[in-house]
């Protein structure tokens, strides 16, 4: 196979983006808040740009230290990001990076040292990579879990009943990319690595570890801030966020 990678040149990047402009058209003709997918679209892009020149320089070092504090910066953005539904109730934020640490950083662990057996934990082009899939993807389901169990407690759903509400809810993107994945879609490391001259079967096996870590990192991280979010209902309802 051939290991030439495709370049896109930067003009073709506004072909790419002309769909996404059907999208924000209809969010205006609707009155949806194209605003917002304006905003969306240009930050991504501009986060992208610089974190382009960002890993240029990180993937070159062998400095634990930055390594370690760019995966720390890394878990302060995830989670800050995942409870902004609910972000003004108090306790959420510091239950959202517990949780979200909690739930990935082990499985990264596992990952990188006996998995890939790199030859140490801070391997900057193999930990930055997956630590991001772990935590955008962690991120994620607290961020429904959290949303969907103060909009159960607020319905006065019993409280166990509102976790495992929250649970499943949460959990179904990441379950539903299970049950699809291979039928109805090649995931973006796989396809990445197909583009780029990788031998199919290869890129699968990667695949599988990146699928399995995912859905761990994400039900972990989950499970971890609905119990948390469970425990400090009972002792203190406020601090649960249920009371503003």
């Given amino acids: 196979m051939t290991t030439s990678v495709i370049v896109i040149p930067f003009s073709h990047l506004l ?12 969010l205006w003709h609707w009155s949806l808040g194209a605003g917002e997918g304006v905003y969306a679209l240009a930050r991504m892009a501009v986060q992208l740009i610089g974190i382009g020149y960002v890993l240029t320089w990180l993937l070159r070092t062998d400095d634990a230290v930055i390594v370690g504090a760019f995966l720390l910066l890394m878990l302060l953005a995830a989670g800050w990001i995942a409870v902004r539904p609910v972000r003004s109730r108090p306790g959420v934020l510091r239950r959202s990076l517990l949780a979200i640490g909690a739930g990935s950083l082990p499985v990264l662990f596992l990952m990188t040292e006996f998995v890939l ?31 969907r169990f103060v909009a159960e407690r607020s319905r006065d759903t019993a409280i166990l009943m509102a976790r495992n509400s929250a649970m499943q809810a949460a959990l179904l993107p990441t379950v539903n990319s299970l049950l699809a994945v291979g039928i109805v879609s090649l995931p973006g490391m796989m396809t990445g690595q197909i583009l780029s001259g990788v031998d199919p079967l290869l890129a699968v096996r990667y695949q599988v570890m990146v699928m399995a870590m995912i859905f761990a990192a994400s039900g972990l991280a989950a499970g971890c801030y609905l119990a948390a979010a469970v425990r400090a209902e009972k002792t203190n309802p406020a601090e649960a966020g249920l009371v503003l």
């Avoid at 391997?123 to 961020?143: D, F, K, Q, R």
């Fill in 15 to 26: 072909i790419a983006l002309l769909p996404a402009m059907v999208v924000l058209a209809l």
């Fill in 117 to 147: 057996r790199v030859g140490h934990w801070y391997e900057p082009h193999v930990v930055i990579p997956l630590a991001g899939m772990v935590l955008a993807n962690s991120m994620n389901t607290v961020s429904l879990a959290a949303e």
